[in-house]
């Protein structure tokens, strides 16, 4: 029974990057779509693709929170 013990242990553990993980399944297809059909100066492109990248904290803490609420129901 021990081992069944550590196997759930470890399962709910693992889970501690799996916010970021969503967090950049989010922002990396924004970005790209960025890069790939917006006309405009590469310097404006990269002022854009930097707002995006700051919105990944909070992405990931939201998604953080719905992970927990769902773990607990």
């Known amino acids: ?3 069944k013990q550590y196997q759930n242990e470890l399962s709910t553990k693992l889970r501690n ?3 970021f993980i969503l967090s ?3 922002i990396w297809p924004v970005v790209a779509l960025i890069w790939a059909f917006v006309v405009i100066d590469i310097r404006a492109k990269s002022g854009i693709t930097w707002s995006v990248g700051d919105l990944c904290n909070p992405i990931s803490f ?3 929170s719905s992970i927990k ?3 607990n129901s």
């Open 62 to 64: 939201s998604c953080r």
């Open 69 to 71: 609420n769902t773990e």
């Open 24 to 26: 950049g399944a989010v």
């Open 17 to 19: 990057g799996a916010n």
């Open 1 to 3: 029974m021990e081992i």
